[in-house]
């Protein structure tokens, strides 16, 4: 089934996009959400017609991300979390607790949007990427310092 992708789907495509899906996921997923339409004769009229709308919309989400890059990038966060001997953590330091101590400095970001491999386990100093957008990922420095 071919379809045109109305907003950015991740792992698929940007909107504007002509893709072939399967049939199920098209019909089942995509197409309810309002996230793509069938790629017909009438769509693909209206999509010459509406591409320079999408140009506009996708450069003004860009400059926000970007925006938010910057303000993201600036911030340095301290986390007191109870250590033991040699600097180990007593529990762990996830992307939950990150995304609490930016909401506290001032910068809401989805906990999923945070980067994090592994849980952070020892004290010390970290870089944590964040995802804003498709391809914007600013990296913010986590110092994990032990209660006094």
């Known amino acids: 089934m071919k379809i045109i992708l109305r907003e950015d789907v991740e792992k698929l495509g940007k909107a504007g996009e002509v893709v ?7 019909r089942n997923f995509l197409i309810p959400r309002q996230l793509a339409v069938l790629a ?3 769509n693909m009229k209206a999509l010459d017609h509406d591409r320079r709308t999408i140009e506009t919309r996708a450069k003004k989400t860009r400059k926000a991300s970007e925006a938010t890059a910057a303000t993201l990038s600036a911030v340095a966060l301290t986390l007191p979390a109870k250590a033991g001997e040699e ?17 506290k ?8 949007a945070i980067q994090l491999a592994d849980p952070i386990k020892q ?5 944590v990427k964040i ?18």
């Open 123 to 127: 004290v010390g100093d970290y870089k």
């Open 40 to 42: 017909n004769v009438r």
């Open 105 to 112: 400095a001032g910068v809401t970001v989805d906990r999923k």
């Open 87 to 103: 600097g180990k953590l007593f529990g762990a330091i996830t992307s939950r607790d990150i995304a609490e101590a930016l909401g």
């Open 20 to 26: 072939k899906v399967k049939d199920g996921y098209g």
């Open 131 to 148: 995802r804003v957008a498709a391809d914007v990922f600013p990296e913010i420095s986590v110092s994990v310092v032990p209660e006094a």
